[in-house]
T-cell receptor, first 111, second 114 residues
């Protein structure tokens, strides 16, 4: 069945360090892979996404890599800042129009 | 555009009462999603609609939950009767072309059932 596993569940880094969050999925038909950031008490918001015809995408300090053969994709945040502290969710598309979300990673950036 | 609008933002009710949550999607979006978020279960998809038609309600926890979308600009999620374990944040989201484009989330409704 459809499943997305996300690791780690919590991640603590020092300001300026890099953070990496990884997701694996089971549905080989998935072709869209977004990442959402949810700050405390706020709504999830898209920060970056990648489609299956691309292996890597970068937007300033954020990058996502996709390995379709291995069915995993990762979020990389470089030069982390305290405002990067939030819960991050990966997701994959599923036929019929819905997204399957991972369990979330709580990132804490310590100044 | 004002984005996805949800009401109420907070709801406190007693066990056994009926609760109705409301959502107005972004104009022109043809998909609407209802999610529930709790610490224990994370972000769960309850039901979603395409062009006002329910496509998948397999995430609706039980018959106490029902959802409708009478037109392209309005949807409701109803819980009757409510129970303490229904306490959660309920998000509505909308998108164009379903799962292959960004979903825009509303601010959420924080439901507390005592």
């Amino acid at each position: 069945g459809e499943n997305v596993e996300q690791h780690p569940s919590t991640l603590s880094v020092q300001e300026g360090d890099s953070a990496v969050i990884k997701c694996t999925y089971s549905d080989s038909a998935s072709n869209y892979f977004p990442w959402y950031k949810q700050e405390l008490g706020k709504r999830p918001q898209l920060i970056i996404d990648i489609r299956s015809n691309v292996g890597e995408k970068k937007d300033q300090r954020i990058a996502v890599t996709l390995n379709k053969t291995a069915k995993h994709f990762s979020l990389h945040i470089t030069e982390t800042q305290p405002e990067d502290s939030a819960v991050y969710f990966c997701a994959t598309s599923h036929q019929g129009g819905k997204l399957i979300f991972g369990q979330g990673t709580e990132l804490s950036v310590k100044p | 555009d004002a984005g996805v609008i949800q009401s109420p933002r907070h709801e406190v009710t007693e066990m056994g009462q009926e609760v109705t949550l409301r959502c107005k999607p972004i104009s022109g979006h043809d998909y609407l999603f209802w999610y529930r978020q709790t610490m224990m279960r994370g972000l769960e998809l309850l039901i979603y609609f395409n062009n006002n038609v329910p496509i998948d309600d397999s995430g609706m926890p039980e018959d106490r939950f029902s959802a409708k979308m009478p037109n392209a600009s309005f949807s409701t999620l109803k819980i009757q009767p409510s129970e303490p374990r229904d306490s959660a944040v309920y998000f509505c989201a909308s998108s164009l072309n379903g799962g292959i484009y960004e979903q825009y989330f509303g601010p959420g409704t924080r439901l507390t059932v005592t």
